[in-house]
């Protein structure tokens, strides 16, 4: 069962501030945040390991709620460069599957 | 960036005909993983690797098996290709989930089923 992401999708302009959520319905070890931009690979954004530990990059920021099994990611003041599509991906106690979401696309317009 | 290569970047192949992907390393990390990535469904794991001879299905395996005779190789076949199968593949590796660290991404191979 794939993590399950909101919004889709989410039109900013630039300097807005946005939040991407990401749920499970199993309880997981850590999650993962990638963004991809258009026909690129996904890179790695952060991990997050503890229920409520932050941690951060530049301007964006996460948060794992271990106790909901929901993560969400944080982009302040957005710029042009975060467009493309967001990933979370999640790793289950009790395998080594590591799963992603369905995505959410953020298009950043001046 | 991280050693990881993925071979073809692009195949046109007809229904019914056997394809094999290949993802090659240089980082010596223990898990590998294949991905396919669709509009509307994301990445979703076909299946995953970690270690030598050692594999596991993921959530959409059927059509697909894999294979690792060595550290630096993973094999996806497509036994019997559908035009379902038309697809972005994606191989990633990591040292694995439990080391706390990233997972990185081939370039992706774009396979197209007539």
């Known amino acids: 069962q794939q993590p399950v992401q909101s919004p889709q999708a989410v039109i900013l302009r630039e300097g807005e501030d946005a939040v991407i959520n990401c749920s499970s319905s199993?309880?997981?070890?850590?999650v993962h945040w990638y963004r991809q931009k258009h026909g690129e690979a996904p890179v790695f954004l952060m991990i997050l390991l503890k229920g409520g530990e932050q941690k951060g990059h530049e301007k964006i920021s996460a948060s794992f709620n271990e106790k909901k099994q929901q993560s969400s990611l944080y982009l302040t003041a957005s710029q042009l460069s975060y467009s493309g599509t967001y990933f979370c991906?999640?790793?289950?106690?009790?395998?080594?599957?590591?799963?992603f979401g369905t995505g959410t696309r953020l298009t950043i317009i001046p | 960036d991280a050693g990881i290569t993925q071979s073809p970047r692009h195949k046109v192949t007809e229904t019914g005909t056997p394809v094999t992907l290949r993802c090659h390393q240089t980082e010596n990390h223990r898990y590998m993983y294949w991905y396919r990535q669709d509009p509307g469904h994301g990445l979703r794991l076909i299946h995953y690797?970690?270690?030598?001879?050692?594999?596991d299905k993921g959530e959409v395996s059927d059509g697909y098996s894999v294979s690792r005779s060595k550290t630096e190789d993973f094999l996806l076949t497509l036994e019997s290709a559908t035009s379902s199968q038309t697809s972005v593949y994606f191989c990633?590796?990591?040292?694995?989930?439990?080391?706390?660290?990233?997972?990185?991404f081939g370039q992706g191979t774009r396979l197209t089923v007539v």
């Open positions: 990633a590796i990591s040292r694995g989930p439990g080391t706390n660290t990233e997972a990185f």
């Open positions: 690797s970690y270690g030598v001879k050692d594999t």
């Open positions: 199993k309880a997981l070890y850590s």
């Open positions: 991906g999640g790793v289950d106690f009790g395998n080594e599957k590591l799963t």
